[in-house]
């Protein structure tokens, strides 16, 4: 009874918005499959963490599921090929970022057969040891699939440093448009069940809770009918309908009641949090031998045709999701990768998606309208929304006055990103735009000061090596002059000797 009274009590977040969620385009859209693309372009960085290294060349002939890039590094992650064709290219090729600069990627052409190639060997996860199921996690190539892309494995092995006793499955899905995760549910909960007790078995937890926003009653009702997990109960928490409750350390907020101290990890309270998608992932790659070649995409927004929720293949063009779904109907204002509140807007229309992407927005003018910028008034209402307590307007003068290390003092490496203060901002002024600048902004000081201390560690190694090169000419030259002046100082006893040696005796010189 305590502990739902406990619970109860810390199940908003602070600050947050309620922004208009719109799911209705597509939430009642079952997930449907994609025909397979003329192209399938798959980069090699679509994780947090290195590259990965290809193992393919241009005109290899790979298939289904083949291992075509190799993580490279403690953090990083396998690619698989996502269906059989030939390597037309394994060059560079624009980012599915707002930048669109190009990326090392690997280009197929699908062979239209969609041919298997052997798939990894099924795992029992009852029996399987934890440093297995997170050994088949990371062959397999999943990341966080709800944005953050963050290598699975690696956090599935924080067991060993820390002591774990929750799995949070992250089914909030607060960004308003997307129900990708809200459709996993509703349709393969059961799968989504067990890949939860599979990484609550590899985490060494009991305690499994899928914590799902309010206005998801459906996908809620279903994980209530599928509350079990390799065996281990699955407690479903419904929490506020509150953006952005799915922020990982605002939803262990909101389950646990405890706060995450700033810049630490929720696995110091002994929380991990795994994406439902995540959850799913796992569950095909343990069972069925399948690493991670396509995932559910929410495509939507009134430029769409046909709202719709589509099973893709990673590498699948935009434009060709979009043409799947009835078209454009009607030119985007603005086209995005993810939510709108978060989502990276892009201008090529030939990119692809990739592990990460879970929406595809083509937003119209009508829903993407705001009046002209005008100056702060300082009317604190930002300060309001921020879930991380921050002071968004103070932060913006900083910036705005040039003075990053005094933003820096007041919480920008804080910031989230979220877009809570950008959208409640009466004077329109483009906030977390500011605030993402100026953390570039200071990578790239921080890249400069590493290269500049780096060159002067390099300068002093190389005078130190210059240094250490002369002392040991000026060694060597000092003991060839000893030597020199001991052999003639040898020679001359030689000589003296001689000279002694051959000198008559006295006696006889008398006679």
């Given at each position: ?199 609550a078995r590899a985490l060494g937890v009991d305690r499994i809770v899928v914590a799902i926003e309010a206005n998801k ?129 892009i201008e090529n229309r030939r990119v692809p998606i990739v592990k990460g992407t879970n929406g595809i927005l083509a ?149």
């Amino acid at each position: 009874m305590m502990g739902a009274v406990f619970s109860s009590l810390f199940s908003r977040i602070r600050g947050g918005v309620h922004p208009e969620t719109r799911k209705f385009l597509s939430a009642g859209c079952a997930i449907e499959p994609m025909p397979l693309p003329a192209l399938l372009r798959v980069p090699l960085q679509q994780h947090i963490g290195a590259p990965a290294e290809p193992l393919v060349a241009r005109d290899d002939h790979v298939l289904k599921g083949q291992l075509i890039a190799r993580a490279r590094g403690a953090i990083s992650a396998n690619l698989h090929a996502p269906t059989s064709g030939r390597v037309i290219a394994v060059g560079h090729f624009p980012a599915p970022h707002p930048s669109g600069l190009p990326v090392p990627t690997i280009t197929i052409r699908p062979d239209g057969e969609d041919a298997w190639g052997p798939r990894m060997a099924r795992l029992r996860p009852e029996d399987a040891g934890p440093e297995e199921i997170a050994q088949r996690v990371a062959e397999a190539g999943i990341v966080g699939m709800g944005g953050a892309t963050f290598p699975a494995s690696v956090k599935l092995n924080l067991r060993d440093r820390y002591r774990l006793h929750t799995l949070i499955v992250n089914a909030a899905e607060c960004e308003p448009y997307l129900t990708c995760d809200d459709r996993l549910m509703r349709e393969r909960a059961e799968e989504l069940a067990d890949g939860a007790g599979i990484m609550a078995r590899a985490l060494g937890v009991d305690r499994i809770v899928v914590a799902i926003e309010a206005n998801k009653p459906e996908a809620a009702a279903a994980m209530r009918r599928h509350n079990l997990g390799l065996g281990r109960p699955i407690q479903v928490k419904v929490v506020p309908t509150q953006y952005p409750m799915g922020s990982e350390k605002h939803l262990v907020r909101a389950v646990t009641g405890r706060e995450t101290p700033a810049r630490a990890l929720t696995a110091e309270l002994g929380v991990v949090v795994h994406n439902a998608a995540t959850a799913y992932a796992v569950h095909q790659a343990v069972r069925y031998g399948e690493p991670l070649i396509s995932r559910v995409v929410t495509v939507s927004g009134r430029g769409v045709g046909r709202p719709a929720n589509v099973q893709a293949l990673i590498g699948t063009p935009v434009a060709d999701l979009l043409e799947h779904c009835g078209g454009l109907a009607a030119e985007p204002d603005r086209l995005l990768l993810g939510g709108p509140m978060m989502g990276q807007p892009i201008e090529n229309r030939r990119v692809p998606i990739v592990k990460g992407t879970n929406g595809i927005l083509a937003l119209t003018r009508a829903e993407t309208r705001k009046p002209e910028v005008m100056p702060c008034i300082r009317c604190g209402t930002c300060v309001q929304a921020c879930p991380c307590g921050l002071t968004p307007f103070e932060l913006n003068a900083r910036i705005q006055a040039d003075d990053l290390d005094g933003a820096v003092r007041v919480g920008l490496l804080d910031c989230v990103s979220c877009g809570c203060c950008s959208y409640i901002c009466p004077s329109n002024i483009p906030l977390v735009q500011g605030f993402s600048f100026a953390r570039g902004r200071l990578a790239e000081k921080e890249s400069r000061k590493h290269q500049q201390e780096e060159t002067k560690r390099l300068a002093a190694a190389r005078t130190a090596r210059e240094e250490a090169i002369a002392e040991a000419k000026r060694a060597a030259m000092a003991r060839h002059k000893a030597m020199m002046a001991e052999k003639k100082r040898r020679a001359a006893e030689e000589a003296a000797q001689a000279a002694d040696e051959a000198a008559p005796e006295p006696r006889e010189a008398a006679k």
